[in-house]
């Protein structure tokens, strides 16, 4: 990253072996740690929403059916980035920046972007660029070898002319590489988009969204290289591509077909809350102005006035929100979340009790409201707290904040050990391995040797990273 930002200040343009370094960089931090190292390694963040990955979920799933990916071991992570971007990593991971969410107008736009990313997992195209990247770095070995050898006789011989020709082998097989790695990337990309196709007309969608998501991408290039888009620098769109892309999509018997007004409001609801969340209050009001009564507009609207310290008036538009949709997991959800954080969690746990009677799978709902039984910090709701964060532990197993609640119920129980093996497996998620290793022991002190929780804090002390 440091090579990054160094050669921002250099030009603006980032040469393209640069940003496949980069890449890799990123590749080998998601597989080589715990998700949450990998995050702080590559100065990425972390989006976690219920509302925003079950529809991501629902966008995705019939695309890797599609393209016979187990859609079970493949995960999309959302980025907290504004910028459009979405990428594959690790071969099964697909990550999606908030804002490709809030640029996307319809379903269909990002469904067709996920397409394209699911179409670089079904070729796996990742293993076959760690090979060009090893094929173009031993080319690139060899010229400068034979270029620093060539300058270096020269030299030594007083012979400038043999210096100048060392130099320019140098040059060359760099650009030699340059060139074999973008030619590599354009079959590649060109294959995704077909493939991107293919599982849309399979699922019986259009490929429009896709279409109109790279022109739009394409045009960037034609009128600036500067302040572009990550999105563009990792899919390069010449206009050749965005043609054959057009023929091929409009041959679709679904492409005039549009998303279904049920799934273009979850849509437009998603966009509102991250705007709602990501911008500054000015920005969300002149977005959604007083004047649009609209459901997303209002959700805006809400989330933005209780980020902004007027509560009870967010809690008022919040009710208004629920009485437009009472069985809406994610309204009563934000009533409790605006509740807790404003320092009443007793009144907090009705709206987030029913949110998980609605979602019963959110594991981040499920969280939320064990957290606001702890912060009661009365012994009437530990075992409630305990239950709750113990089945929202099931699905969030890596969740470090969920993991702290619970050590923190365990403890006014009087559970040291378990209080203790809580904290360790919070410091794993978090990938301070030091800090788990220490708390994993002290478990091991207080329980007899053996026992099943002496034999899961061996397994945190005996746990080595992968290399």
Same mark, same amino acid.
């Not at 190292?37 to 590559?42: E, G, L, P, V, Y």
């Not at 079970?72 to 910028?83: F, K, P, Y």
């Not at 600036?224 to 620098?233: A, E, K, L, T, V």
């Given at each position: 990253?440091?090579?990054?930002?160094?050669?921002?200040?250099?030009?603006?343009?980032?040469? @393209?072996?640069?940003?496949?370094?980069?890449?890799?960089?990123?590749?080998?931090?998601?597989?080589?740690?715990?998700?949450?190292?990998?995050?702080?390694?590559?100065?990425?963040? &972390?989006?976690?929403?219920s509302?925003?990955? %079950?529809?991501?979920?629902?966008?995705?799933?019939?695309?890797?059916?599609?393209?016979?990916?187990?859609?079970?071991? $493949?995960?999309?992570?959302?980025?907290?980035?504004?910028?459009?971007?979405?990428?594959?990593?690790?071969?099964?991971?697909?990550?999606i920046?908030?804002?490709?969410l809030?640029?996307?107008?319809?379903?269909?736009?990002?469904? *067709?972007?996920?397409?394209?990313?699911?179409a670089?997992?079904?070729?796996?195209?990742?293993?076959?660029?760690?090979?060009?990247?090893?094929?173009?770095?031993s080319?690139?070995?060899i010229?400068?070898?034979?270029?620093?050898?060539?300058?270096?006789?020269?030299?030594?011989?007083?012979?400038?002319?043999?210096?100048?020709?060392?130099?320019?082998?140098?040059?060359?097989?760099?650009? &030699?590489?340059?060139?074999?790695?973008? %030619?590599?990337?354009?079959?590649?990309?060109?294959?995704?988009?077909?493939? #991107?196709?293919?599982?849309?007309?399979?699922?019986?969608?259009? %490929?429009?969204?896709?279409l109109?998501?790279?022109?739009?991408?394409?045009?960037?290039?034609?009128?600036?290289?500067?302040?572009?888009?990550?999105?563009?620098?990792?899919h390069?769109?010449?206009?050749?591509?965005?043609?054959?892309?057009q023929? @091929?999509?409009?041959?679709?018997?679904?492409?005039?077909? $549009?998303?279904?007004?049920?799934?273009? @409001?979850?849509?437009?609801?998603?966009?509102?809350k991250l705007?709602?969340?990501?911008?500054?209050?000015?920005?969300?009001?002149?977005?959604?102005?007083?004047?649009?009564?609209?459901?997303? #507009?209002?959700?805006?609207?809400?989330?933005?006035?209780?980020?902004h310290?007027?509560?009870?008036?967010?809690?008022?538009?919040?009710?208004?929100?629920?009485?437009?949709?009472?069985?809406?997991?994610?309204?009563?959800?934000?009533?409790?979340?605006?509740?807790?954080?404003?320092?009443?969690?007793?009144?907090?746990?009705?709206?987030?009790?029913? %949110?998980?009677?609605?979602?019963?799978?959110?594991?981040?709902?499920?969280? @939320?409201?064990?957290?606001?039984?702890?912060?009661?910090?009365?012994?009437?709701?530990?075992?409630?707290a305990?239950?709750?964060?113990?089945?929202?532990?099931?699905?969030?197993?890596?969740?470090?904040? *969920?993991?702290?609640?619970?050590?923190?119920?365990?403890?006014?129980?009087?559970?040291?050990?378990?209080?203790?093996?809580?904290? #360790?497996?919070?410091?794993?998620?978090?990938?301070?391995?030091?800090?788990?290793?220490?708390?994993?022991?002290?478990?091991?002190?207080? $329980?007899?040797?053996?026992?099943?929780?002496?034999?899961? #804090?061996?397994?945190?002390?005996?746990?080595?990273?992968?290399?």
């Open positions: 990253m440091i090579a990054s930002r160094t050669n921002r200040k250099t030009t603006a343009r980032p040469n @393209l072996a640069l940003r496949v370094w980069i890449w890799f960089v990123l590749v080998s931090f998601v597989s080589g740690s715990t998700l949450g190292t990998a995050f702080a390694q590559s100065g990425l963040r &972390a989006l976690r929403d509302e925003i990955e %079950s529809l991501v979920r629902d966008y995705s799933v019939p695309i890797f059916q599609a393209a016979r990916v187990n859609y079970r071991s $493949v995960r999309v992570h959302i980025i907290n980035d504004t910028r459009f971007n979405a990428f594959v990593a690790n071969g099964q991971r697909i990550f920046n908030a804002g490709a809030m640029n996307s107008e319809t379903p269909n736009e990002i469904i *067709g972007v996920i397409a394209h990313e699911t670089h997992i079904a070729g796996g195209h990742l293993a076959r660029q760690r090979e060009a990247l090893e094929r173009a770095q080319a690139s070995i010229a400068m070898l034979i270029g620093i050898g060539a300058m270096a006789a020269g030299g030594a011989a007083g012979n400038s002319n043999a210096g100048q020709a060392g130099a320019a082998v140098l040059s060359g097989g760099q650009n &030699a590489v340059l060139l074999a790695l973008q %030619s590599y990337r354009r079959s590649e990309e060109a294959a995704a988009d077909q493939g #991107a196709v293919r599982y849309l007309t399979a699922t019986g969608q259009s %490929s429009k969204g896709m109109i998501t790279f022109s739009r991408f394409a045009d960037q290039q034609l009128f600036s290289s500067r302040n572009i888009d990550p999105y563009f620098q990792s390069p769109m010449a206009r050749d591509r965005v043609s054959a892309l023929g @091929l999509a409009e041959t679709s018997q679904f492409f005039d077909r $549009v998303d279904p007004p049920a799934l273009q @409001l979850r849509h437009d609801l998603m966009r509102a705007f709602g969340f990501l911008e500054h209050q000015d920005s969300v009001f002149r977005r959604y102005p007083r004047s649009d009564n609209g459901l997303p #507009a209002r959700y805006a609207r809400a989330i933005a006035t209780y980020l310290v007027d509560v009870n008036n967010a809690l008022t538009q919040i009710d208004s929100l629920i009485q437009s949709q009472p069985n809406n997991p994610y309204f009563w959800e934000l009533r409790g979340q605006a509740l807790l954080e404003s320092g009443r969690p007793l009144q907090a746990l009705e709206p987030l009790r029913k %949110s998980v009677a609605l979602a019963p799978d959110a594991g981040l709902i499920r969280m @939320l409201l064990g957290q606001a039984l702890v912060a009661i910090d009365e012994s009437r709701y530990l075992d409630e305990i239950r709750e964060l113990t089945r929202a532990i099931s699905y969030e197993p890596n969740a470090s904040v *969920g993991l702290r609640q619970l050590a923190i119920a365990y403890g006014r129980k009087g559970d040291i050990a378990r209080a203790e093996m809580m904290t #360790a497996r919070a410091y794993l998620a978090e990938g301070d391995l030091n800090q788990a290793k220490q708390h994993a022991a002290r478990v091991q002190r207080r $329980v007899s040797r053996g026992a099943p929780l002496w034999i899961q #804090a061996d397994d945190i002390i005996n746990y080595q990273p992968p290399s």
